[in-house]
């Protein structure tokens, strides 16, 4: 069988390959004629381990091809990015793209399936495209004979650990009909070791937005915690290991902020389907939103105490043992104190190369975590990166310490923890 992936970004080109290296042949899809050129080559233009080996393995066996272009299958997948706009409204225009491109190609019998993170109603639409489109093929099970089969499958990969969650997670799957769920739920057993699930599509798209949801408003209530233990003098990271002592307590970990694509995001799509319903998972995305705010003030504070205060911030990425920078509130931490000025910033991010460019200030260096240290009054710990354990304890005793995870205030002695 033949499948054709829309989108060869952090699902788009991992499922691709996954899906060769079990035999399929996959024609993938990149509007970067860079990505393509890359792929085609073996080369890899995202940082996920066993991810470069895959796909090289899966190009060398002949069963991988990129181009720009769409073509002919049996299968289609798109896995396109969602933003939100300015106003926090769901972006679709990647999604409406990829799927308008694919229509021309569709043949009665095949199947697409749309695993972008979407609002309620996006596989319906998609239904609907096609249909307005394509006066010869039917999305009905009246019309067998010239059907197409629609279906919604989302992505629940966790970066990082990308290549074996695919294979292990479980996946839900929801059809714009059932004959459309089983035969997607058919494709999936081919490679998905994890339980596939069958619903339909709208209860498939929620679920997606569910579960991010889900964590988003538990870290916020994590986040809410430091917040109060810093104005009544209790070590936020103590008492939530405490808490969760109880057998049905399971506290999440206060942290600067929430980062990344997925959980900053999918909130909002659910706050824009329902605002007046919303309301907790509304004020979840502002209590996360204003945490790096609150590690500024905290930091200014100390800083206010030093005459020509020199910072060592301590990670940049989004999350421990990653490069992402996107939507990172570490970042935002930073560029903010860097735009500021009146303190040195040596910025250890052992994960990146050179500082992204939007650091370009004369105030700050790159260095390395210990020599970061070793310069610095104040230690500004924003993430919990396992090359940061290197740093010795006896480094940090005459420094003043802003630790947003816990790294070194897992005992009640270290002076500031936000
Ligand atoms: N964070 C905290 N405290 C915690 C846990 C996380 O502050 O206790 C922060 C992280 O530092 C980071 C952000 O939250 O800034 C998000 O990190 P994450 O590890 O929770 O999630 P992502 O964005 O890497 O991936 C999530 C996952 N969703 C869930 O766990 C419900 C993943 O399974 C999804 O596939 C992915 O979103 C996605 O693509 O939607």
Redesign the pocket.
């Known amino acids: 069988k033949k499948v054709c992936v829309v989108g060869l970004g ?2 788009g080109l991992p499922t691709a390959s996954l899906l060769a290296l079990n035999g399929f042949q996959v024609h993938g899809v990149e509007i970067n004629i860079h990505t393509v050129e890359g792929i085609n080559q073996g080369k890899v233009h995202i940082a996920e381990p066993e991810l470069e080996h895959a796909v090289q393995r899966a190009v060398g066996g002949g069963l991988l091809k990129a181009s720009t272009l769409p073509s002919e299958a049996d299968i289609f997948i798109l896995a396109v990015p969602t933003p939100f706009r300015e106003n926090n409204r769901p972006d679709l225009t990647y999604v409406e793209q990829a799927a308008k491109s694919i229509i021309p190609f569709l043949r009665a019998g095949n199947l697409v399936i749309l695993e972008s ?1 979407s609002p309620v109603g996006t596989t319906e639409r998609i239904a609907d495209w096609i249909v307005e489109a394509r006066d010869d093929l039917s999305i009905s099970d009246a019309a067998e004979y010239n059907r197409i089969f629609i279906s919604y499958c989302p ?6 650990q990308i290549m074996r ?1 695919l294979v292990e997670n479980d996946r839900i799957i929801g059809g714009i009909d059932d004959a459309s769920t089983h035969f997607t739920a058919e494709f999936y057993k081919h490679f998905v070791k994890g339980a596939i699930l069958e619903s339909n599509a709208r209860t498939a798209e929620m679920a ?1 937005l569910t ?2 949801s ?2 988003d408003v ?2 916020a209530f ?2 809410e915690l430091s917040l109060i233990c810093d104005q009544l003098d209790i070590n936020v990271w103590e008492l939530i290991r405490l808490a969760n002592h109880h057998p049905r307590v399971n506290i ?13 995001v ?1 909130p909002w799509f659910l706050v824009d389907a329902a605002p007046e319903q919303a309301k907790l998972i509304h004020t979840a995305r502002i209590v996360n939103d204003q945490k790096p705010w609150y590690v500024v003030e905290k930091v200014l504070q100390q800083a206010a105490k030093l005459r020509s205060p020199v910072i060592a911030c301590l990670g940049l990425s ?3 043992n990653i490069d992402d920078l996107r939507e ?2 570490s970042m935002a931490i930073v560029e903010h104190l860097a735009k500021m000025g009146g303190a040195t910033l040596y910025v250890a991010e052992p994960h990146i190369e050179k500082l992204p460019d939007r650091l370009n200030y004369e105030n700050v260096f790159f260095a390395d975590a210990e020599e970061a240290v070793q310069q610095a009054d104040i230690v500004l710990l924003l ?1 919990n990166h396992e090359a940061f354990r290197f740093i010795s304890p006896n480094l940090l005793q005459e420094k003043i310490v802003v630790d947003t995870r816990g790294f070194f205030l897992q005992s009640p002695r270290m002076e500031v923890g936000v």
């Open positions: 952090y699902i993170t992505e629940r990969v966790l970066p990082g969650e997606k579960e991010n889900f964590r538990n870290i994590a986040n999440l970990q206060p942290g600067p902020g929430v980062g990344g694509h997925c959980i900053a999918d989004f999350k421990a990172s509130p993430v």
